[in-house]
């Protein structure tokens, strides 16, 4: 089992940044891959940012991609989204996820929220 944490979340303007972090309860050597989804009021949860244990390979969603930046620092065992010139469309709860390649588990934090507000 992994717990993630989740932190950073709150209130901003459009136009503003935010950044998020996550924690994992264990070493992130084991975690494969780590990223960020989030879930808005009535939608489905998508992937936002994704990032893998190695090679620090990433993957943006359209929408995030140039405007937010995934780092993990395996040190640490944290994983960082930055996040900025933030919309109204970005609202949205974000969670945490890790993903271990050896028992193909997904782990999930309970998930911060970030409202972009004028």
């Avoid at 303007?13 to 975690?31: D, I």
């Amino acid at each position: 089992q992994v717990q993630l944490v989740e932190s950073g979340g709150g209130l901003v303007r459009p136009g503003e940044s935010l950044t998020l972090s996550c924690t994992a309860s264990r070493s992130s050597e084991s975690l494969d891959i780590l990223g960020w989804y989030r879930q808005a009021p009535g939608k489905k949860r998508e992937r936002v940012a994704v990032i893998t244990k190695r090679l620090l390979t990433t993957n943006y969603s359209a929408s995030a991609k140039d405007r937010f930046t995934i780092s993990r620092d395996n040190a640490r065992n944290t994983v960082t989204l930055q996040m900025t010139a933030l919309k109204p469309e970005d609202t949205a709860v974000y969670y945490c996820m890790a993903f271990t390649k050896a028992t193909e588990n997904f782990f999930w934090g309970q998930g911060t929220q970030v409202t972009v507000s004028s």
